[in-house]
């Protein structure tokens, strides 16, 4: 029974941080999403000047940051559930 409670309680958590967490993505991701949109109402060359080399290096940039974080997430990912315990190495 005590275990059984624990295991409710651990469930109840793991749900509440998944719901934070797509709640707070959801919200994040559409916002890059949208100031990528805002970046695109600058190639218009009536308004801006800018030259190749310009938009090669506002895209390396961006495209570094979107690698970062998905470094970020990838490492996260690898760590596993945070148990270790024995394993045979073959």
Same mark, same amino acid.
């Given at each position: 029974?005590? /275990?059984? =409670? *624990?295991?409710?309680?651990?469930?109840?958590?793991? %749900?509440?941080?998944?719901? +934070?967490?797509?709640?707070?993505?959801?919200?994040? /991701?559409? =916002? *890059?999403?949208?100031?990528?949109?805002?970046?695109? %109402?600058?190639?218009?060359? +009536?308004?801006?000047?800018?030259?190749?080399?310009? /938009?090669?290096?506002?895209?390396?940039?961006?495209?570094?940051?979107?690698?970062?974080?998905?470094?970020?997430?990838?490492?996260?990912?690898?760590?596993?559930?945070?148990?270790?315990?024995?394993?045979?190495?073959?």
């Amino acid at each position: 029974m005590f /275990v059984l =409670k *624990i295991q409710i309680c651990i469930t109840m958590a793991e %749900n509440s941080r998944r719901k +934070r967490f797509t709640k707070v993505a959801t919200n994040r /991701v559409q =916002k *890059i999403i949208d100031y990528l949109n805002l970046l695109q %109402n600058c190639s218009n060359r +009536r308004n801006y000047e800018y030259d190749e080399e310009d /938009v090669n290096h506002m895209f390396e940039e961006i495209s570094k940051a979107l690698k970062d974080a998905k470094a970020v997430y990838a490492n996260e990912l690898s760590k596993g559930n945070g148990k270790s315990g024995f394993t045979f190495n073959k």
